[in-house]
C-alpha cells in the first residue's frame, strides 16, 4: 500500500536556525513526490516536485531533496512568514490518476 | 492564482441532512478532485474526475457520491451527512492529471463543514 509519512509532526525553530523537515514514503514505483505549503485556512500552495534519487530543487531559503525512502525539505535561515504547514505527497507508476499526501509538518518560527 | 472558487466556504448543518459542495474553476482543466482534510491524516482523496460525467473513487469515497455536468463545476454531495463527516473539504484542479510528469494540483479555499 501506498504510504507517507513525516516528521516531526511540530516543529518550533528561532528566526535564522536552520532545520529539515522529513518526509518518508512506501510506494510502487515512483512517478513524481510534490511539496506543498499550506497557510492557516488557506488550500495547500505547491513547492517542489521531484522526480528521482538525487534530485535537487531549490526556491529562496527551501531546498528539497530527494533518495529512494525519503525527501528531505532543508530550511536555511527561516523566517517568521515561512511559517506554515508544510506537505509532502508521492504519485505512483501504478496509480497516477492519484496523489497521496502526509499529515504534514506544522512548522512556526519565532521573531 | 488558479481560478478555483468553493461554495459555501462555511457550513453547518444537522446529522441525516444532504449536503451539497461545489467547485466551480474557470481554468478549463481536465482533471477535479475532492480532497477531505483532518488533523492527523493529512488530504485523504475522497473522489475525482477526469472529464465531464467520468469520475472515480478516492481511498474515502463512502459516503460521499459526485457529479461532473460541465467542465467547470465538480459537485461533491453527502446524501446523509454524519458527525464523522465533519471535516474541511478542498477542491483541486489539474490540467492532465497523473498523464503529465510535472503535474501539480491547485486548490481551492476549502470548505469548512460542521455536522452536528
Known amino acids: 500500500e501506498d504510504q507517507v509519512t513525516q516528521s516531526p509532526e511540530a516543529l518550533r525553530l528561532q528566526e535564522g536556525e536552520s532545520s529539515s523537515l522529513n518526509c518518508s514514503y512506501t510506494?510502487?514505483?515512483?512517478?513524481?513526490l510534490f511539496w506543498y505549503r499550506q497557510d492557516p485556512g488557506k488550500g495547500p500552495e505547491f513547492l517542489f516536485t521531484?522526480?528521482?534519487a538525487g534530485e535537487e530543487k531549490e526556491k529562496e531559503r527551501l531546498k528539497a531533496t530527494l533518495t529512494k525512502k525519503e525527501s528531505f525539505l532543508h530550511i536555511t535561515a527561516p523566517k517568521p512568514e515561512d511559517s506554515a504547514t508544510y506537505l509532502c505527497?508521492?504519485?505512483?507508476?501504478?496509480?497516477?490518476?492519484?496523489?497521496?499526501f502526509g499529515p504534514g509538518t506544522s512548522l512556526s518560527v519565532i521573531p | 492564482d488558479a481560478g478555483i472558487t468553493q461554495s459555501p466556504r462555511h457550513k453547518v448543518t444537522e446529522t441525516g441532512t444532504p449536503v451539497t459542495l461545489r467547485c466551480h474553476q474557470t481554468?478549463?482543466?481536465?482533471?477535479m478532485y475532492w480532497y477531505r482534510q483532518d488533523p492527523g491524516h493529512g488530504l485523504r482523496l475522497i473522489h475525482y474526475?477526469?472529464?465531464?460525467?467520468?469520475?472515480d473513487k478516492g481511498e474515502v469515497s463512502d459516503g460521499y457520491s459526485v457529479s461532473r455536468s460541465k467542465t467547470e463545476d465538480f459537485l461533491l454531495t453527502l446524501e446523509s451527512a454524519t458527525s464523522s463527516q465533519t471535516s474541511v473539504y478542498f477542491c483541486?484542479?489539474?490540467?492532465?492529471?497523473?498523464?503529465?510528469?510535472?503535474?501539480?494540483?491547485?486548490f481551492g479555499s476549502g470548505t469548512q463543514l460542521s455536522v452536528l
Open positions: 483541486a484542479i489539474s490540467p492532465q492529471g497523473g498523464a503529465s510528469t510535472n503535474e501539480k494540483l491547485f
Open positions: 510506494v510502487s514505483g515512483l512517478r513524481g
Open positions: 521531484l522526480y528521482s
Open positions: 505527497a508521492v504519485q505512483a507508476e501504478t496509480s497516477y490518476d492519484k496523489v497521496i
Open positions: 481554468e478549463n482543466h481536465r482533471y
Open positions: 474526475s477526469y472529464g465531464v460525467k467520468d469520475t
